[in-house]
């Protein structure tokens, strides 16, 4: 049997201990069912979509069912997939009403790598909005009411942040009429939507090398809370989200997956410029490290952010069918689980940034060869 | 008086000789505007934005008014702006019913470099849809029924285009009852959506270097003719459509606007490559050149592509102030046109593949110092 591996991660964010125990279960059983179907010889790309289906079924992640809801209190869903192989990209955005949006994402994949289309039309690779939803009625992808996807925790959650807004925007309109608005007001602090007790960890996402060595990786989100109607997160857009390249001569292969804060995210390219990284460096962690602290951390695109806050979960195909699977984060943590065809049974990290280390400044990786 | 530099394209493609007067009169009247304000010193983003409501505003180009439309028959358009000092990107995408998408792009990168929101938000820097109109509207950007996007032209294309495609999928359907489809059908080439007399040039766009020396460029289109509702193209996807970053310690500051066949640009990132292509030679047309031909003639990520559909418009700022434009192209034809404050009056190119040129396969290149 050939060498084979599924990662999977809930999120770089926050996680609270409380909760601890069901993300490393959830982690597991989405492994476990993925090293099944690897068994069975599927491909990189049905697997990568059922370790992030499982993912987007649960509560507990901010993906599919149990969502952030946006500012008019619904769930509008972004989702991803890269292959390595033909290095074909398929992305949906700000989605309502479908149950896996990791599923359009991997049917975008699937009918670009297959037949052309007539009239010299080329497949699209992005589809949004509600023009992605009827494509996927089209495509027989699960369609559900968007009220189906929104969890009572989501729905509590939203209510108090919307409280708080609705509170600010009220103070800051009586200011107005008072005093020129402090561009920097102190005591909106204790009002931040990121209060520690609600903090959700955002994007989660999967990485998969199959038994014919091609990777595929993944990622989903239901976005910020109280985000703006039909924003676009890093989960839908290229080289933001998901990044994947199978082995070539004199290249390794590599597979990456990220999560955090979106516009930080995107604007670094984070999920293939991390790729490229680890694949440039003889040393994958080196390349790893190399890129958060150059490419993120004191990136020129995030001068003006205070805070630089991201996860990326990759995965390094060597020459000699060693794989390495690396993952760091500048959050206060992110979870991360794995299990490969050498492994008797799936592996949790609940990684977290070390004593002193602090969320958006701070960077910690770890790693493991499987 | 400090120099200034605008330049615009009215899309790479096909421009029929018919029509060339106007693409030169139209490509004139945008850089005159366009002038007149950077004169008063008025900054690159709000320049950039005018240069392209004036391509929007023309029934001639595949932007705003006059866009191609979608299978559905109705306009939805794609249009995003990127400054060079704070490198903040903003777009819209799948959005109808907004005389001139460009403006939703130009305000998002405003909000970005203005005022954060209350807590602890983030301004998104890209929106589609639906939730893009609503924004719109919020923000007093002129909205208008969808319907009078579309003119008569584009009217008598589509109908054109679906009845082609109604006797390619009946004959389609008829076939598979008969025998299996074949893969490549050469019956099919008659059919072709880009028929030569219906070839519409792609995406628009401009650059603009103002007086202060700041770039900005941008990017507007219909998309494909007959595309899928909800598709995104290369103009609302960050590194595909423009890049612009001001000059900065040892680095040439540089613009870039692309145009061509989107998914090839999207899978490319032919905006950013190019761009950091020619900021990376010391000879700005051998760094564009570079770009043509390894991260998109020959780039591994466009291999099952036979016809490789591309031009860019490229601006750097060298460090003794002397601008350099470029522009380049794999596609039939693309028009350029360019003003600086150097210049007595406007000037436009119509570039066209040499004699022996094959589209989509060979490439040409020009460039002037202004």
């Not at 007539?118 to 699209?124: C, D, N, V, Y």
């Not at 410029?273 to 390349?287: F, H, P, R, T």
């Amino acid at each position: 049997m050939s060498h084979f591996v599924v990662a999977v991660h809930c999120g770089a964010g926050y996680h609270s201990t409380q909760k601890e125990d069901a993300y490393v279960k959830l982690c597991k059983s989405a492994c476990l069912k993925v090293y099944h179907l690897l068994e069975k010889g599927r491909d990189a790309v049905e697997c990568v979509t059922e370790a992030v289906k499982c993912l987007e079924n649960s509560v507990l992640t901010n993906a599919g069912m149990g969502s952030n809801l946006n500012i008019n209190g619904f769930v509008e869903c972004d989702a991803s997939i890269m292959e390595g192989k033909k290095l074909v990209f398929g992305a949906v955005g700000a989605i309502s009403g479908v149950k896996n949006p990791v599923e359009v994402s991997a049917t975008l994949v699937s009918r670009q790598l297959g037949d052309k289309l007539s009239l010299g039309r080329l497949h699209p690779s992005v589809i949004v909005g509600e023009g992605a939803e009827k494509w996927a009625e089209e495509n027989e992808i699960k369609t559900l009411e968007t009220r189906h996807l929104i969890t009572d925790e989501a729905q509590k959650t939203y209510q108090n942040h919307k409280r708080k807004l609705d509170i600010v925007n009220e103070r800051d309109s009586n200011k107005k009429r008072k005093l020129t608005q402090q561009r920097n007001d102190k005591t909106e602090e204790s009002f931040d939507v990121q209060e520690e007790e609600e903090k959700i960890q955002d994007t989660v996402g999967a990485i998969v090398m199959d038994t014919s060595g091609n990777i595929a990786s993944a990622v989903s989100s239901g976005g910020i809370s109280l985000k703006q109607l039909g924003r676009l997160g890093p989960a839908a857009t290229y080289g933001a989200g998901c990044w994947a390249y199978n082995q070539r001569p004199g290249k390794p292969g590599v597979g990456t997956s990220t999560s955090g804060s979106g516009e930080h995210i995107m604007k670094t390219f984070l999920a293939r410029e991390s790729a490229l990284s680890i694949q440039c460096e003889d040393n994958a962690s080196l390349g790893l490290s190399n890129c958060f602290k150059n490419n993120f951390l004191e990136s020129e695109f995030l001068e003006e952010e205070e805070d630089k806050l991201a996860g990326v979960l990759a995965l390094r195909q060597n020459e000699d069918n060693i794989v390495e699977l690396l993952w760091g984060h500048t959050t206060d943590s992110m979870c991360v689980g794995y299990m490969s065809s050498s492994l008797q049974k799936p592996k949790v990290v609940m990684s977290r940034l070390p004593d002193g280390g602090v969320p958006g400044k701070s960077f910690t990786m770890s790693g493991v060869s499987i």
